[in-house]
């Protein structure tokens, strides 16, 4: 490793040596009397290919589901190291969640980008490496799930007002400290807590295991857009609400090809409870879904032959 001992070194002085050996990035191995770079400092600061060498198993896989449920709408797989990991997969579900800004000391700030800086620096931070399971991130219609293999200390539900954070990797929860991606330890989870409460009014939940996962409840994306883009489909709901099932039926018995927004307009029921149904539907052949994205359309089975 070259080594800078200018006086202008940026960092007081310190040569790479020192440095690394101050973040406990460089150490010495007792047992065998030798010293080199531990491996925090490959996931911190490797090129691809040496923490490929060092965990080929390694990997975080983000994707967004909520149209296709089977596969993905979106997704993206993360090799890379932790730093520049943290950068894509932060991008990543900035771009998938709608934002919200509320006032905060007289400054807007948003919850949606404060939640995914907990949650991807948990992910990152707080992960068993040794073991062979990728972590996921999924964005659902629901909320945000995170899993991660783990070392726990219990297992089971952890309570939010009754709790003792255990630093899973300490060297790399200091760095990301002192980088600024990350705060002490247990502040993550009161981040999440009162910014969960300000974007959706839910609250997050975290279960503890040989998998840890996080669950973030978020707002209903596309429900007040496919809600608007129903009552412009000309479809008048009755008084009287009707069955999911019946609203497709009715809708079938009109048009060839029926959208989630029109039965959730004519049932008078949630999105969501209408996608889950319709996606039943689907199962039971029933109906089949023509295209991938939001502007889904739902036709009866018996009819897709020429498609």
């Not at 000391?105 to 948990?122: C, F, H, K, P, Y």
């Not at 807590?193 to 959706?200: D, G, N, R, V, W």
């Not at 099932?245 to 809708?251: F, G, I």
Request: hydrophobic content about 40%; aromatic content about 6%; charged content about 30%.
């Amino acid at each position: 490793m070259a080594e800078s001992k200018t006086p202008d070194h940026p960092w007081g002085g310190m040569d790479d040596r020192t440095l690394l050996r101050s973040a406990r990035l460089y150490a010495r191995d007792y047992g065998s009397k030798t010293e080199g770079l531990t491996l925090a400092a490959g996931l911190l600061l490797g090129k691809d290919e040496v923490i490929a060498d060092l965990l080929p198993a390694y990997k975080t896989d983000a994707v967004v589901r909520r149209d296709d449920l089977d596969r993905y709408d979106d997704r993206l797989i993360v090799r890379t190291n932790l730093i520049d990991a943290y950068e894509q997969l932060s991008a990543f579900m900035r771009k998938s969640l709608p934002d919200s800004f509320h006032a905060e000391n007289g400054t807007a700030v948003s919850a949606r980008d404060w939640i995914v800086r907990e949650l991807v620096s948990n992910i990152l931070v707080h992960r068993e490496y040794s073991s062979p399971v990728p972590a996921q991130i999924i964005i659902s219609d629901e909320g945000i799930e995170t899993r991660n293999a783990s070392r726990p200390v219990f297992e089971g539900e952890i309570d939010l007002d009754n709790f003792t954070p255990v630093p899973k990797n300490p060297v790399i929860a200091d760095v990301f400290m002192q980088i600024g991606l990350a705060e002490e330890l247990g502040s993550g989870v009161r981040n999440l807590m009162k910014y969960t409460k300000l974007y959706s009014g839910g609250e997050p939940r975290f279960h503890d295991g040989l998998m840890f996962t996080a669950f973030v409840p978020v707002r209903e994306r596309d429900a007040e857009h496919e809600n608007k883009v129903g009552r412009k489909s000309g479809e008048v709901a009755d008084v009287a609400a009707i069955s999911i099932e019946d609203a497709v039926k009715r809708l079938l018995s009109r048009h060839d090809e029926i959208t989630i927004a029109q039965i959730a307009q004519l049932s008078g029921s949630d999105v969501r409870a209408v996608r889950r149904k319709v996606g039943r539907l689907v199962e039971k052949g029933y109906l089949v879904a023509l295209g991938r994205t939001r502007n889904r359309r739902y036709m009866k089975a018996e009819e897709t032959v020429s498609h």
